[in-house]
């Protein structure tokens, strides 16, 4: 398994920049960048590609409606040019509270817009005179009328690589069996590996089963908070406040995917609790009301014994790519973590 790390959106970006490069030398193979209604990813992505040599660097979401899909084509092809091809383009549909609330844009058909901006990023890497025809973008063709000045252009560099690996954020069923059909990796959230066949297993093997082989295999990648050690029951707990933020706060009353997803899980009560709770204002009371088995089964804290028993459990389930937080107090200690969980991926 790939060992990667995703930054923190909120703050501290030039701290956590300088521990990277420490990261890297302790063994981290990829960075996330998210993107949510922060500073932007691009900026700090080019940053840490003049700061690294070996680190890949991926976008960890860009946010489809946000960017025309040429735009994010050229953002990408420009990321993958000053990293010397490390770059992945993560996007994913994000949902209506950020989408429509922050960016006062219609959150609408999320998997047909996913689709085409891929086909469309596709082109331009591959520097094609650009057309599209589809449901959410029209490129016009040659013969359209117009006003004249619109024709198909092609990218004007050549970027390094004609196909920038692209993951896409899912856990929906159909976007799910989308991903799999269409990109280089996938990103679930809130990863529990002994329900994943359960919950995705269909959807994955039915994209699969249309999957272009030059795709090559599905990177499933995984985020979960780690730290190693005995009587970390504090740091587990500290988890609680952001899955009761996801389940109870992420949408409304059944326009909640996380909500949904946690009820997939089988914790339909709980999800319904959490969620009446966090909207009526009690979020400590939320957070409280996360199961404790959700907690353990989706993150590495515990003694090394254990942590190595979960490693083991997100492997068989099919995760290549480990995506950690390191939860420590210095920067020493976090690359001490990256070095050993580096360490027992290996052994597993």
């Known amino acids: 398994m790939r060992i990667g790390m995703p930054l923190n959106y909120s703050g501290g970006f030039k701290e956590t920049i300088d521990e990277l490069v420490e990261y890297e030398k302790a063994g981290l193979d990829i960075v996330y960048v998210p993107e949510a209604y922060s500073f932007d990813a691009v900026s700090q992505m080019g940053f840490i590609a003049a700061r690294t040599e070996r680190l890949e660097i991926a976008s960890g979401i860009l946010q489809i409606y946000t960017r025309t899909p040429t735009l994010t084509a050229m953002t990408a092809a420009g990321l993958d040019y000053v990293s010397d091809g490390r770059f992945t383009l993560g996007i994913g549909a994000s949902g209506p509270q950020v989408i429509e609330g922050f960016h006062g844009v219609p959150y609408q058909a999320p998997l047909a817009r996913t689709r085409e901006i891929v086909d469309i990023c596709r082109k331009v890497w591959r520097r094609e005179k650009l057309t599209h025809q589809g449901r959410n973008y029209t490129i016009p063709l040659p013969e359209e009328e117009g006003t004249g000045l619109g024709k198909p252009l092609k990218l004007v560099n050549h970027p390094i690589r004609e196909r920038i690996p692209i993951m896409i954020a899912a856990i929906g069923p159909k976007n799910v069996a989308m991903t799999a059909e269409i ?166």
Do not use: C
């Not at 740091?235 to 933020?245: G, I, N, Q, T, V």
């Open 183 to 348: 990109a280089e990796a996938w990103e679930p959230i809130f990863y529990v590996p002994e329900k994943a066949d359960e919950v995705w297993g269909e959807s994955l093997r039915a994209g699969k089963a249309k999957r272009d082989p030059a795709l090559g295999e599905l990177d499933t990648v995984v985020q979960t908070p780690l730290a190693i050690g005995e009587d970390l029951d504090e740091l587990l707990d500290s988890m609680r406040p952001m899955l009761a933020l996801y389940i109870g706060g992420m949408g409304a009353k059944g326009k909640n995917f996380y909500n949904n997803l946690a009820r997939r899980y089988g914790y339909e009560a709980e999800a319904e609790r959490i969620q009446d709770l966090y909207l009526d204002g009690k979020k400590d009371e939320a957070a409280a009301a996360v199961p404790r088995e959700l907690l353990t089964r989706t993150s590495l804290i515990g003694p090394e014994e254990h942590v190595r028993e979960r490693l083991a459990a997100f492997k068989e389930s099919g995760v290549t790519t480990l995506n950690v937080t390191p939860l420590a107090g210095s920067g020493a200690e976090r690359t001490r973590l990256i070095e050993r969980i580096r360490q027992l991926a290996d052994e597993v």
